[in-house]
């Protein structure tokens, strides 16, 4: 099932220019919302928005701790190293299974609706599964891979969610007076909040 899948949404032979292309932004750069969000909550947000960041933060950390333990018992190769589809993006050897990127996207939408954040959780969703298509159709992932990713996030998510409720409020109090010493300047200068 899992190959059969794949080869439904794999890109043929020829492939068009233009769906490489959405391909290609879809798959390397929708990652980068991620980042940019938490930034902007971090600095423009209010104390819900920073605890929101934190929690997401800690969510993807514990996630891609989680994938690198799975990785180390299961290797699965890559579409392509098995000789099964076509490729069409560059990607080190490494074990297909789970999707890093599925994980930090899809850790987030969890951790964004696990904190109330509805709006930001099913954004991250649809990019989450905007990167997961366009990594199967462009050759370096399987299905299965996004759905492992997926649960690594929600497992992230579940636990940052924990261990939020225990130790969140010092280290949200920690991690802001470390931000205003560090900002003091740009907060001085109102051009980000304290």
């Known amino acids: 099932m899992n190959q059969t899948l794949f080869a439904l949404l794999n890109a043929g032979a020829p492939a068009s220019a233009f769906g490489l292309d959405i391909g290609y932004v879809a798959a390397?750069?929708?990652?980068?919302?991620l980042p940019a969000k938490l930034m902007i909550d971090w600095l423009w947000g209010n104390a819900h928005d920073r605890h929101a960041a934190m929690v997401v933060t800690v969510a993807v950390l514990l996630a891609l701790g989680l994938n690198m333990l799975i990785a180390t018992g299961i290797?699965?190769?890559?579409?392509?190293e098995a000789g099964i589809g076509h490729s069409y993006l560059a990607h080190a050897a490494d074990s297909s299974?789970?999707?890093d990127h599925a994980t930090v996207l899809f850790a987030a939408a969890?951790?964004?609706?696990?904190c109330g954040r509805r709006a930001a959780?099913?954004?991250f969703a649809a990019i989450g599964l905007t990167a997961s298509w366009a990594r199967i159709?462009?050759?370096v992932?399987?299905?299965?891979?996004?759905?492992?990713?997926?649960l690594s996030g929600l497992v992230g998510a579940a636990l940052s969610r924990g261990l939020m409720a225990f130790a969140g409020g010092w280290l949200l109090v920690a991690a802001e007076a470390l931000y205003r010493r560090?900002?003091?300047i740009p907060i001085r200068a109102g051009w980000i909040r304290a």
């Open 28 to 33: 390397v750069f929708l990652i980068f919302s």
């Open 75 to 80: 290797q699965v190769p890559r579409p392509h």
């Open 97 to 99: 299974f789970p999707s």
């Open 110 to 114: 969890w951790a964004y609706g696990f």
């Open 121 to 123: 959780a099913w954004l």
């Open 137 to 139: 159709y462009l050759g």
């Open 141 to 150: 992932h399987y299905p299965l891979d996004i759905l492992g990713g997926a």
């Open 182 to 184: 560090l900002f003091s």
